[in-house]
């Protein structure tokens, strides 16, 4: 806007000076001032668009970095809780699978957008049962617990605070649970209540 308004002051000054015939210095010095404001906005303009390109390229690289580190660090969790969850259940599979936002199409407008997010898949061993919604509060409680155990070894915290986190075990599985306690106690201090 104020180049454009600077641009339409220049073209009057030039419609005065055809007008007056002759150049007077005032309207020279108008002049000179205008056409260094107008020089000085376009640099600057310039300066803004490619510092704008340069944030688009630098906000892309970071959004794939980001994508190529949490789709590492979910392969690292996945290996680590199938390996809890066949410690606490003598075998069976286990993955966290990741669920991206998916937007209704036009002529779904009317329905709910589905939102993105963790999606946890199991499969017991000699159980036919597949999926988190099949098990039983006890299996929750022990997939949650390999689920936490998992999040600890990948990314080992100070220390961990565990309460009751075997009131669902039977005998079995607290030697199981036991063991996995001892794993993790390598790689972080446990607190257990």
Not at 10 to 37: H, T
Not at 73 to 87: A, D, L, V
Not at 132 to 148: D, H, I, K, P, Y
């Amino acid at each position: 806007a104020e180049r454009e308004k600077l641009r339409r002051e220049i073209d009057r000054l030039k419609f005065r000076l055809e007008e007056a015939g002759r150049v007077d210095a005032a309207i020279l010095r108008e002049y000179e001032d205008a056409k260094m404001r107008d020089d000085f906005f376009e640099k600057e303009l310039g300066d803004l668009i490619a510092s704008a390109k340069r944030l688009r390229g630098a906000s892309k690289e970071l959004a794939e970095k980001i994508e190529g580190d949490f789709s590492r660090g979910i392969g690292k969790i996945n290996g680590e809780f199938e390996r809890f969850f066949q410690m606490m259940f003598g075998g069976g599979t286990a993955k966290l699978a990741v669920l991206k936002e998916r937007r209704p199409l036009a002529e779904e407008e009317d329905m709910p957008r589905q939102d993105g997010g963790v999606h946890i898949d199991v499969s017991l061993p000699r159980k036919k049962i597949r999926g988190l919604e099949m098990l039983s509060g006890g299996e929750r409680s022990l997939t949650a617990v390999a689920l936490l155990f998992a999040l600890a070894s990948v990314s080992p915290p100070p220390f961990l605070v565990l309460d009751e986190t075997d009131a669902a075990l039977d005998e079995a599985n607290s030697v199981r649970y036991a063991d996995m306690l001892k794993e993790l106690s390598r790689k972080a201090q446990i607190i257990t209540i």
